[in-house]
């Protein structure tokens, strides 16, 4: 730990205290949370949460765009189901990203390192066939519900009980949107032949 002057103060022997953390990055003291959890853990698990946070943006704006651009018979139906399935996922984004605060890790802080951290890669495509879309859906879901468990084992192995509870909803409601686009996709394919 060092300290650092801050600011001019009418005391001028008020420091703020700065703590190096493992990664390198600087933590103010007003923003090091305390946590019972090891260095180590808190380290893993913010990673992992972090990973999980730049997803969820990436999925819900890939499923938003979607649902913005869908077209066909079905319209209506996977327009409701889209929206329906993003405001879940954004959901998501607020809870995990405040986990990370919790235990004393910092988080995402811009589009760009949302960029730098998504695993789920965009879709720029002027025009994309319904099914097509659900088919991509679908399997981002899957991806994300294996990074969810990823996780969960990493909060696991640091004692991170209350992120990993967190974790179990979440693969519970990703499962579902997989199921729903697996379905949604048969049928749309069965409509097409």
């Given at each position: 730990?060092?300290?650092i002057p801050?600011?001019r103060?009418a005391n001028?022997?008020?420091?703020?205290?700065?703590?190096?953390?493992?990664?390198?990055?600087?933590?103010?003291?007003?923003l090091?949370?305390?946590?019972?959890?090891?260095?180590?853990?808190?380290?893993?698990?913010?990673?992992?949460?972090?990973?999980?946070?730049?997803?969820?943006?990436?999925?819900?704006?890939?499923?938003?765009n979607f649902?913005?651009?869908?077209?066909?018979r079905?319209?209506?139906?996977?327009?409701?189901?889209?929206?329906?399935?993003?405001?879940?996922?954004?959901?998501?984004?607020?809870?995990?990203?405040?986990?990370?605060?919790?235990?004393?890790?910092?988080?995402?802080?811009?589009?760009?390192?949302?960029?730098k951290?998504?695993?789920?890669?965009d879709?720029?495509?002027?025009?994309?066939?319904?099914v097509?879309?659900?088919?991509?859906l679908?399997?981002?879901?899957?991806?994300?519900?294996?990074?969810?468990?990823k996780?969960?084992k990493?909060?696991?192995?640091?004692?991170?009980?209350?992120?990993?509870?967190?974790?179990e909803?979440?693969?519970?409601?990703?499962?579902?949107?997989?199921?729903f686009?697996?379905e949604?996709?048969?049928?749309?394919?069965a409509?097409?032949?």
């Open positions: 730990m060092i300290n801050t600011r103060a001028p022997s008020v420091y703020r205290k700065v703590f190096l953390v493992s990664t390198k990055s600087k933590i103010a003291a007003d090091n949370t305390p946590t019972d959890l090891a260095a180590d853990g808190v380290e893993k698990v913010t990673k992992a949460l972090n990973g999980l946070v730049a997803d969820a943006f990436a999925l819900y704006l890939k499923t938003k649902h913005w651009h869908i077209s066909g079905h319209f209506r139906d996977y327009h409701l189901l889209l929206d329906e399935h993003a405001d879940q996922i954004f959901a998501t984004t607020d809870p995990l990203a405040e986990r990370v605060r919790k235990i004393g890790g910092r988080t995402v802080h811009s589009i760009g390192e949302i960029a951290l998504q695993s789920v890669k879709n720029n495509e002027d025009y994309v066939p319904p097509e879309m659900l088919h991509e679908m399997d981002d879901n899957k991806k994300m519900a294996a990074a969810l468990r996780a969960h990493i909060c696991d192995d640091a004692d991170d009980v209350a992120s990993a509870s967190l974790l909803n979440y693969i519970d409601e990703t499962e579902r949107r997989t199921w686009l697996f949604a996709s048969r049928q749309e394919g409509n097409e032949k």
